[in-house]
């Protein structure tokens, strides 16, 4: 049995949540989201709480009972509160900056390579870049997560001399340099 899945999800006061066929909508002050979810789990919305239940007990929907619950969990957080991810870009010569061109929004990086690298910013996204600090916003947290990640993995932090791009949070493990004898 699901511990998450089994606890009910307060609807907070000025959010809306709709079910239409298998798709939940989450409408807030900072926008809605939509995902689609399978019939495997009955969701049952109230006044002010979302229930969850399983249909059928096999381990297929008892993993999704869990899963789904989080899912509005954070849906109903992104609506609320946008959520926030910063990366650092640290090392001689790293630049980053933000490019609008009508309704083109691109991130344009110098990593050291022999040419820019440019990122397509996704929708429901805003990014900012000031200096080498680098924030992505947004209310939908799998979409906010993913791109973050995909923008670090542009140039991984290296141990010896910490260059690259980090998360605000994460603490990069330092390794010692060659010994000169």
């Known amino acids: ?32 989201i939509s995902k689609i979810f399978r019939d495997d789990i009955t969701i ?24 789904y619950a ?8 992104g609506v609320e509160t946008p959520y926030i991810k910063k990366l650092i870009l640290e090392g001689v010569g790293f630049k980053s900056e933000v490019k609008i061109d009508g309704q083109r929004k691109e991130f344009h990086f110098a990593l ?22 680098i924030t992505i916003t947004g209310i939908d947290k799998e979409l906010v997560g993913s791109f973050a990640a995909s923008v670090r993995a542009l140039k991984k932090p290296e141990p010896y001399k910490g260059k690259g791009m980090r998360y605000e949070d994460e603490v990069i493990r330092r390794k010692a340099g060659k010994k000169i004898t």
């Open 1 to 32: 049995m699901s511990r998450i899945g089994k606890k009910e999800i307060t609807i907070p006061a000025g959010i809306k949540v709709t079910k239409v066929g298998g798709v939940l909508t989450v409408s807030g002050k900072n926008g809605s």
């Open 44 to 67: 049952t919305i109230t006044d002010k709480t979302i229930t969850l239940n399983i249909q059928r007990n096999d381990k297929f929907s008892k993993s999704l009972w869990g899963t």
């Open 70 to 77: 989080s899912h509005i969990n954070n849906m109903i957080k």
């Open 112 to 133: 050291g390579f022999s040419h820019p690298v440019i990122v397509k910013i996704p929708e429901g996204i805003t990014a900012t870049a000031e200096k080498n600090n």
